[in-house]
């Protein structure tokens, strides 16, 4: 991924594009170069996002189908440690109290819910924003383009 680290530029490092105007430079052309810069800007700065994003999206992906196919996994699972949960403590008992042991399983699954809820609104809070990098970088250019116009 190329590196949008934005640099410190002296003007005799720039480009000419980039050069300080002279005096006798028209309005117009002034104008004409500014709106260059802009558009230059504008499209690296969408360049970064979209490398950006293209990574984070490549991630996520990855992630969420490796989880899945854990979760798949896991429900067939707690389907039938369910069954046998329930039959088992339905038979422990006594003699016509399956019900009873399956009543109990569904209530400690619903804690488990609502542990689990609470739990993953806590960690959704703290999400931080996407593009960080993007984000940085769009700042900065308001920020120096904000101090080029003083």
Request: net charge negative; hydrophobic share 45%.
């Amino acid at each position: 991924m190329p590196d949008f680290t934005p640099t410190i530029a002296r003007y005799d490092d720039m480009d000419s594009d980039l050069r300080p105007p002279r005096a006798d430079e028209s309005l117009g052309d002034l104008a004409k170069q500014a709106s260059e810069q802009a558009s230059t800007l504008i499209r690296d700065e969408v360049a970064l996002a979209k490398l950006e994003l293209k990574d984070d999206i490549r991630e996520a992906v990855a992630g969420i189908s490796l989880f899945s196919a854990a979760g798949v996994t896991a429900l067939l699972s707690v389907l039938m440690l369910s069954v046998a949960a329930g039959f088992g403590i339905g038979t422990a008992i006594g003699e016509g109290w399956t019900w009873l042991g399956f009543v109990i399983v569904g209530v400690v699954y619903l804690i488990i819910a609502g542990i689990a809820a609470v739990l993953g609104r806590k960690h959704a809070e703290e999400i931080p924003p996407p593009a960080p990098r993007t984000t940085r970088q769009a700042k900065q250019t308001v920020a120096a383009t904000k101090e080029i116009g003083r």
